[in-house]
């Protein structure tokens, strides 16, 4: 590993810091670096909240609505809690909020003298959405995007997220001001790519990977969701929409396929009901392994 690089020093190799987590930094002056400077967020970075320390941030994003990005988003926060991280979830999709909702917490948030604390789900995940600062949240938002731009700046600034090992962003559909605030300003780890068993969905996935190459920002895998349905009489798994293209759209793109997740009345039912944490997210079993050993 580059000590130059981890460390930001002008010193390089005569720094003394061997690994990214000593230069903390640790090695204090003789490394001639100050302990703010290694604070200093990647250039064009925005630091998160002075009360907060994130260890990863995740965004996810679909190429067009209604793919289940919110659902899929809301699952991997569940599954890496049960795994005993510290999680919490973001929901950049200012004029259409839907975590809230399915985490069953409801706002207004308490503001402090370090910023607002986000709600926090039963089992101890953080959420932050535009709900959650609403009298009435059946009011909708209508902004323009830079406003809506910098909201989402703020969510990442001026909440009090404490520590997190794991930061997920719900990305609003498709690829206008909002996933391009997120991806310049926030550190991101990398992006999930959700997509639906249609052509259309398929078809409209190659724009978000487009948009993240170039924001050079690393796809961690894609998810497909809706792959398949769950009989709610029989519990049997069958193709509402005919045989998933998943894998091969993933082939396509040069990504990771990182699992699916089929229709399932339960789902929808526990989102409505607040109380998607009860679902049984095993389902992704594989794709939390796969992303931790990114
Ligand atoms: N696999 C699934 N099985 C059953 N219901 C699902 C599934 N995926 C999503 N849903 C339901 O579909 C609805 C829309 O899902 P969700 O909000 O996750 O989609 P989205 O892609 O985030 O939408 P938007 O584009 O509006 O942000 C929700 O009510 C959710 O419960």
Not at 73 to 92: H, I, Q
Not at 113 to 139: A, R, Y
Not at 144 to 164: C, I
Request: glycine fraction near 12%; hydrophobic fraction near 35%; proline fraction near 7%.
């Amino acid at each position: 590993m580059e000590e130059k690089a981890n460390c930001g020093c002008e010193e390089g190799k005569g720094c003394g810091c061997k690994e990214e987590k000593d230069c903390g930094c640790g090695e204090g002056k003789d490394c001639g670096c100050e302990s703010e400077e290694t604070k200093t967020p990647v250039p064009g970075k925005i630091p998160v909240n002075n009360f907060s320390e994130v260890k990863n941030v995740i965004a996810v994003m679909s190429g067009k609505g209604g793919v289940g990005k919110s659902s899929v988003t809301s699952l991997l926060a569940c599954g890496f809690r049960k795994k005993g991280f510290e999680v919490g979830v973001l929901d950049a999709d200012i004029t259409g909020p839907s975590l809230p909702r399915m985490f069953g917490v409801k706002g207004l948030l308490e503001a402090t003298p370090f910023g607002l604390l986000p709600s926090e789900s039963s089992t101890g995940i953080k959420v932050m959405s535009m709900n959650l600062l609403m009298h009435d949240e059946d009011e909708p938002v209508i902004w323009r995007g830079p406003v809506l731009s910098n909201t989402v700046k703020q969510f990442w600034t001026e909440v009090v997220w404490d520590y997190l090992d794991y930061l997920f962003v719900d990305l609003p559909p498709g690829t206008g001001d909002v996933p391009l605030t997120v991806m310049q300003s926030l550190p991101l780890n990398g992006l999930i790519v959700v997509t639906s068993p249609q052509d259309l969905a398929a078809m409209i996935v190659k724009k978000a990977v487009k948009m993240a190459n170039l924001m050079n920002i690393p796809i961690m895998g894609l998810i497909e969701n809706m792959s398949g349905a769950v009989c709610p009489k029989c519990g049997e798994e069958f193709q509402l929409f005919g045989p998933g293209h998943g894998r091969e759209v993933a082939e396509k793109f040069n990504l990771r396929f990182l699992g699916s997740l089929p229709v399932d009345p339960e789902l929808s039912v526990l989102c409505d009901e607040g109380k998607i944490e009860d679902y049984k997210s095993d389902i992704f079993t594989n794709v939390i392994p796969e992303i931790l050993l990114q």
